[in-house]
């Protein structure tokens, strides 16, 4: 068993007088009630990462941190040590203040391909690690690879160098950030411990904080389609995060949004960039563009190049209006290799050949969207991954035409299905049907955001 000094309750004197920790007797005072020392939270998350600890203390031990909680410095603690439990992003060699953002995830979160171009063409610079992920639609990577000849496989030099000159890189997640976080998650996901605060926020800012940016700009999701179905578990998971951000030195704000329905109106990855497109071109749906105002401000505030948010929000308004933005996105998508020529041609980006209109059934207004059922309709497309060897279709999605609060007759086309097989549509259509509720009473449009948690400086 790997030994270590310690003054708190889980060290023990062994014969020969050396202390020494015992993963039993952590997980014993979590289990009282107790409040971990940094040193056990360090112990158990070092050998759980070295395979010294096995998965059953583990789960033992996430089961009576569930039920007993954690303290904000524990959490903080927690956080640091996954985030030091692997490599880390050095951008020491980008010059200014590397500004990141992360979503908590939702249906039609193509937030980052239109943010991301406007901050860099108003100077922020982004550096950003992506994965691909499982999910409804791929995630922001697999969305880019719709550009013909798109890669984020470049290497650590390009990487830098592309930053310094274009002011943007997305790469590939090769770096092994975090790989405790991994472990651990996967161990929670399958003993019934995901759902505690202190663990989601967590294991969200160890990766965060290993990919080396100085500051963060959440956008936490709440609503039917989110990770958070709560808005009261949302605020707290904002502030939760924010806290353990400022303490370990970083600028951080948190945007809270909703995800009632999904956002903008298309759903899938050739066809979400599409609208990404649109949105830089000053035409996107109103939800998602204001959406990209509230978190570029916030980036442009914390990146030092807005005084205030309102300043933001007019240099994110003379990015898309000077063209500045579309074209930093084409200078992007060239500089990885990529088509850039649909970016001012968007019909370049494939979308699949079977098309089929999905109209209303009654009249009236739209009242809800199951946001998840539709996630699952872009799933049944083959627009997401159900495993990691799936391949996603890159030109399958919906468009929606009508969201909540619309009012609309019977007959009225509420979307539109882009489909490579005819079979799939017709159980795709069935499902989303079933997510549209319509009634004949009046019903007011949704509110996007929902709140936001400053840093202390900001
Ligand atoms: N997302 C994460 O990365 N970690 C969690 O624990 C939950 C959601």
Redesign the pocket.
Known sequence: MTGAYLTESAEKRSDNGVYFMRMYDIIMKKRNGGELSDEEIRFFIEGYTKGEIPDYQVSSLMMAIFFQKMTARETLVLTQAMADSGDKLDLSAIKGIKVDKHS?GGVGDKTSLALVPIVAACGVPVAKMSGRGLGHTGGTIDKLESFDGFSTGISNETFINNVNSIGIAIMGQTADLAPA?KKL?AL?DVTAT?DNMS??AS??MS?KLAAGADAIVLDVKTGSGA?MKNEEDAFSLAKEMVTIGEDAGRRMCAVISNMDQPLGCAVGNAIEVREAIDTLNGKGPEDFTELVYELGSRMLLLGGKAADVSKGREMVKNAIESGAALNKLAEFVKAQGGDERAVYEPERLKLADYRSEILSPSSGYIHSIDCDEIGICSLMLGGGRETKESVIDLSVGLLLEKKVGDKVNKGDRIAVIYSSDEEKTEAVRERFLKAYHISEEFCEKQTLIKGVINGRDN
């Open positions: 908590t976080d998650y929670r995901v663990l989601i294991s969200i990766k990770f």
